[in-house]
T-cell receptor, first 111, second 117 residues
């Protein structure tokens, strides 16, 4: 039972444009959400996070939006750069400090 | 500062064999985690530890065991390997903070690719 879902396996965006990656979750008890970036043959690296008490968090080119009523979060990357090409995972913190990951979205930024 | 290191990088096991995946972190993090990632899937939590001597099951613990005798090390033991355990295994650590600097970010190792045939 997948509690965190990323329904778009892949996304292609032109360099300089906005990339929007989406994530849905089912458990209303999740209280913290994170985005990780992963290159092939490497472990995921942390990108940005948001607490459930907020609806937006921004860090440079990256912004995460949280809509608790819709159980939906999104990651915006503006402007997109070729180095952003990677697989992006969203993750959610559940009870007991357990974390649940989505299946990932592969982003390709076209120069 | 090496961060999170995992050994081996690759391993092929025969069905029924056992092995230990090693994980070490040098950041003095109290929390450590083991995940597995199957092709086209997200990471699934196997076991985690909130400190030396304390471990707990995650989503998919069957077929695995862990121990945490020191802050730095968190080995994952596979007993009686099965083809269903073919996966990439990631170890991670974190130092959760609260208050204004709330953070639960995890630092991941490079992974161990395990094939069971």
């Amino acid at each position: 039972d997948q509690q965190v879902k990323q329904n778009s396996p892949s996304l292609s965006v032109q360099e300089g444009r906005i990339s929007i990656l989406n994530c849905d979750y089912t458990n209303s008890m999740f209280d913290y959400f994170l985005w990780y970036k992963k290159y092939p043959a490497e472990g995921p690296t942390f990108l940005i996070s948001i607490s459930s008490i907020k609806d937006k968090n921004e860090d440079g080119r990256f912004t995460v939006f949280l809509n608790k009523s819709a159980k939906h979060l999104s990651l915006h990357i503006v402007p997109s750069q070729p180095g952003d090409s990677a697989v992006y995972f969203c993750a959610a913190r559940g009870t007991g400090n357990q974390f649940y990951f989505g299946t990932g979205t592969s982003l390709t930024v076209i120069p | 500062n090496a961060g999170v290191t995992q050994t081996p990088k690759f391993r092929i096991l025969k069905i029924g064999q056992s092995m230990t995946l090693q994980c070490t972190q040098d950041m003095n993090h109290n929390y450590m985690y083991w995940y597995r990632q199957d092709p086209g899937m997200g990471l699934k939590l196997i076991y985690y530890s909130v400190g030396a001597g304390i471990t707990d099951k995650g989503e998919v613990p069957n077929g695995y065991n862990v121990s945490r005798s020191t802050t730095e090390d968190f080995p994952l033991r596979l007993e009686l390997a099965a083809p269903s355990q073919t996966s990439v295994y990631f170890c991670a650590s974190s130092y959760p903070t609260s208050g204004r600097t709330l953070s639960y970010e995890q630092y991941f190792g490079p992974g161990t690719r395990l094939t069971v045939t």
